[in-house]
């Protein structure tokens, strides 16, 4: 991930000299350009009451270790869920795990939201003044839906997944990514 390159490290790629070096130095640059992008990021939801369950494995209903691809953020119900990333709705989801959900797509990126409050009919998500249908373009921290229950949960919290080109990624490195471009200097922005 970006913390990798700074500018000492780039310093010391270059006094390295090498035809190997250049490639580092390329991909150093490559990271340090995505991480100024992830200042456009928006936290999904408004009003955080906690993490419940992170990334990875963990311990399912019926007591064995199962795979979570996602980070799950507790709020009370019928807190306002907000757009990660400008996109394009790519599917409107009405599942028994997920519960009412959507996808979002945003270039090589999708990311995902389950167990929303509303109704799905038709294949338009509606929550309060909210109406998606895939297709639909959004804006970053545009009001995409509701906290809720639904699909497979035992609380009023929000399933959000993140995937870059089909493998999920740790929603949690994506936040930790968004707030250090936050506290970057504006002079750190070029390499
Ligand atoms: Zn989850």
Redesign the pocket.
């Known amino acids: 991930m970006p913390s990798a390159c700074s500018r000492h490290r780039l310093a010391a790629l270059w006094a390295a000299g090498a035809a190997v070096a250049g490639l580092l130095i390329s991909d150093c640059l490559v990271s340090l350009r995505a991480e100024q992008r992830w200042r456009q990021g928006v936290f999904p939801v408004a009003s955080f009451a906690g993490y419940t369950?992170h990334f990875g494995h963990r311990i399912g209903p019926g007591g064995a270790s199962e795979p979570?691809y996602?980070l799950?953020i507790a709020a009370p119900m019928g807190s306002p869920i907000r757009n990660w990333w400008s996109g394009v709705v790519s599917e409107v989801i009405n599942d028994e795990a997920c519960g009412l959900g959507l996808v979002i797509q945003s270039g090589p990126y999708e990311h995902i939201y389950?167990h929303l409050s509303g109704t799905v009919v038709g294949g338009t998500y509606r929550s309060g003044p909210v109406a998606l249908a895939a297709g639909q373009r959004l804006r970053g921290g545009q009001l995409i839906g509701h906290v809720g229950m639904s699909g497979r949960t035992t609380g009023p919290h929000l399933?959000w997944g993140i995937r870059h080109n089909g493998r999920w990624l740790n929603p949690g490195t994506i936040l930790r990514a968004m707030a250090s471009a936050r506290s970057l200097p504006n002079s750190q922005a070029r390499p």
């Open positions: 369950s979570h996602g799950d389950c399933h």
